[in-house]
């Protein structure tokens, strides 16, 4: 009977543990989970922003905001032809419909790329200029800047996570000890972010200052 006893104990003490842990585990991925997926869209913002800095490479992404009327609305450039690189200046543009060839050639002027489209009656061909130094410098300080905003934006997850990590204490939902341990997990992910954030401008530097 003692035996019994104790080991019936022992389970009860273990399935306690284990609801508890369960328990934390949940209240982890409310806080966090909740605001991943406009963490990783910050992410994925910022990378399609920076694509279109020009490196003095050819890219075709530098033509990613581009924008072609044609056939009764304006649709990404991309959704209307191909763009090749040739080498290291030079894109090619081939619309699928030659009929738009003049609209692609006026939305790459009218984007002000620094780039003049030359249409060669069959494709759009764009010769990327060498930038100089003050231009390069001027990329990296757009760089930069946009680096800023992205990292406001985590900012504000971050503050929108501790604020509900304090507030479910407040309200007895977690214990402090919990709320310790949830704020300390939650400034690890927003490091994990802004290091992302962090390494591509690095990346991005790199390539703009490279000659």
């Known amino acids: 009977m003692l035996n019994c006893y104790i080991a019936a104990q022992r389970r009860k003490r273990l399935l306690a ?9 949940v209240h982890m991925n409310q806080y966090i989970e ?11 913002f910022f990378t399609k922003d920076i694509a279109a800095i020009r490196t003095g490479r050819a890219n075709p992404a530098m033509l990613d905001g581009v924008m072609v009327f044609a056939y009764g609305a304006k649709m990404p450039l991309a959704q209307v032809g191909n763009i090749n690189v040739i080498d290291a200046r030079c ?16 939305a790459i002027t009218e984007a002000e790329l620094g780039v003049n489209p030359v249409n060669e009656g ?9 930038p100089t130094e003050e ?9 930069n800047e946009k680096l800023e905003h992205a990292k406001v934006s985590v900012r504000q997850m971050r503050d929108k996570i501790k604020e509900a990590i304090e507030l479910a204490e407040g ?8 709320k310790f341990r949830f704020l300390k997990e939650m400034e690890e992910e927003i490091k994990k972010y802004s290091g992302q954030l962090e390494e591509m401008t690095e990346k991005k530097e790199k390539e703009i200052m490279t000659i």
């Not at 543990?17 to 585990?25: A, D, G, S």
């Not at 309200?171 to 919990?178: G, L, P, R, S, V």
Request: proline share 3%.
């Open 34 to 44: 909740k605001h991943k997926g406009e963490l990783q869209q910050t992410i994925e």
């Open 171 to 178: 309200n007895k939902e977690i214990a402090e000890d919990d």
């Open 17 to 25: 543990i284990l609801q508890y842990n369960n328990l934390t585990i």
């Open 122 to 130: 069959d494709k759009i061909r764009l010769t990327i200029p060498q």
């Open 91 to 106: 894109l090619i543009v081939v619309p699928w419909d030659k009929n738009i060839l003049k609209e692609v050639e006026k």
């Open 135 to 143: 231009d390069r410098r001027e990329r990296v300080k757009k760089l």
